[in-house]
Nanobody, 118 residues
Framework: QVQLVESGGGLVQPGGSLRLSCVAS????????MGWYRQAPGKQRELVAG???????NYADSIKGRFTISLDNARNTVYLQMNSLKPEDTALYSC????????????WGEGTLVTVSS
């Protein structure tokens, strides 16, 4: 079965950097789309960045220019490079996945916590 496992979160000072990783397992027919979302306490989950297997990307305005998403199709892994982190970036970051054979289904990981604080 398809599983997603995120890693790379932690405590970082404002202005610092982190790189998040999400590895998908149980995939036999490739990836159509992977993305990163975040949810802060008391707020709705929001899209941070997404990428298709063809390399098309989209970013939330709040992080544009600071974060970069990338996809390694061979390793079934999506990354989120996070630079110039701000306290308002503090959230649980989760990745999601759509595969070509089930494009009506979205898979989610459990998330990795990012805390930006001095």
């Amino acid at each position: 079965q398809v599983q997603l496992v995120e890693s790379g979160g932690g405590l970082v000072q404002p202005g610092g950097s982190l790189r998040l990783s999400c590895v998908a397992s149980g995939i036999i027919s490739g990836i159509a789309y992977m993305g990163w979302y975040r949810q802060a306490p008391g707020k709705q989950r929001e899209l941070v960045a997404g990428i298709t297997n063809g390399g098309y990307t989209n970013y939330a305005d709040s992080i544009k220019g600071r974060f970069t998403i990338s996809l390694d199709n061979a390793r079934n892994t999506v990354y989120l490079q996070m630079n110039s982190l701000k306290p308002e970036d503090t959230a649980l970051y989760s990745c999601n996945l759509v595969i070509p054979t089930k494009q009506g289904t979205t898979y989610w990981g459990e998330g990795t916590l990012v805390t930006v604080s001095s």
